[in-house]
């Protein structure tokens, strides 16, 4: 499955969905985001099971907002359209995929 481009116009869609969500606070001159976001390409290629989504914080303000985003990258887990696990920062691939376990 591809990496979905999540705005405030689809997503009540992303909140609502019946599977796990992986979403990816990130803005493009962010050189940590630029490391991170291979990763969560992989990571959506890889797992059927979970919608992942990429939220550009400088075109999203308010989505950025809701989730009281302060540093980049910011790595959100949803479940049922409730935060279940958050991580700032760079992260490899198997503590990104252990977030999606807990």
Excluded: H, T
Excluded at 13 to 26: A, C, I, Q, R
Excluded at 67 to 79: C, E, N
Excluded at 87 to 93: H, M, T
Aim: hydrophobic share 45%; aromatic share 6%; glycine share 4%.
């Amino acid at each position: 499955m591809s990496v979905l481009s999540v705005n405030k116009n689809n997503f009540e869609s992303v909140e609502k969905s019946e599977k796990l969500v992986l979403l990816d606070f990130y803005a493009d001159w962010c050189g940590p985001c630029r490391m991170v976001s291979p990763i969560v390409d992989e990571i959506s290629e890889e797992r059927d099971d979970v919608l992942v989504g990429k939220i550009n914080v400088d075109d999203e303000p308010e989505l950025a907002e809701k989730f009281g985003v302060f540093s980049i990258p910011l790595l959100v887990v949803l479940k049922d359209g409730k935060i279940v696990n958050k991580a700032v920062g760079a992260r490899p691939k198997a503590q990104i995929l252990a977030m999606l376990e807990s």
